[in-house]
Nanobody, 126 residues
Framework: QVKLVESGGGLVQAGGSLRLSCAAS????????MGWFRQAPGKEREFVAS????????RYIESVKGRFIISRDNAKNTMWLQMNMLKPEDTAVYYC???????????????????WGQGTQVTVSA
């Protein structure tokens, strides 16, 4: 089973940037669809972005389009989320997710993703 480990979270002022990383081990990373979700206090887990195995198909939620960039390097078994122009409403725990059964997954429902990291906290101050 694949293991996912996120890093790169922290505290940043509004308008700032952070780069999250997700390191995968124990599986064939290049075969997996990958994605980022987030969960703010008192809210449900929310889809943020997904990327297919070749980086050709990418999807974002509307609220992060033009600010966030998802990318991956299959040779490094790593995925990233570059977050720019951060807003206080981006504050959440960010989770890396994998669908080990598909090379592409556009589902925003977390039930369609089978592997998860432990999460990394992102806090954006006003």
């Amino acid at each position: 089973q694949v293991k996912l480990v996120e890093s790169g979270g922290g505290l940043v002022q509004a308008g700032g940037s952070l780069r999250l990383s997700c390191a995968a081990s124990g599986g064939t990373f290049s075969n997996y669809a990958m994605g980022w979700f987030r969960q703010a206090p008192g809210k449900e887990r929310e889809f943020v972005a997904s990327i297919n195995w070749s980086s050709y198909a990418i999807r974002y939620i509307e609220s992060v389009k033009g600010r966030f960039i998802i990318s991956r390097d299959n040779a490094k078994n790593t995925m990233w989320l570059q977050m720019n122009m951060l807003k206080p409403e981006d504050t959440a725990v960010y989770y890396c997710a994998a669908d080990t059964t598909r090379t592409y997954n556009s589902y925003s429902n977390s039930e369609f993703w089978d592997s998860w990291g432990q999460g990394t906290q992102v806090t954006v101050s006003a």
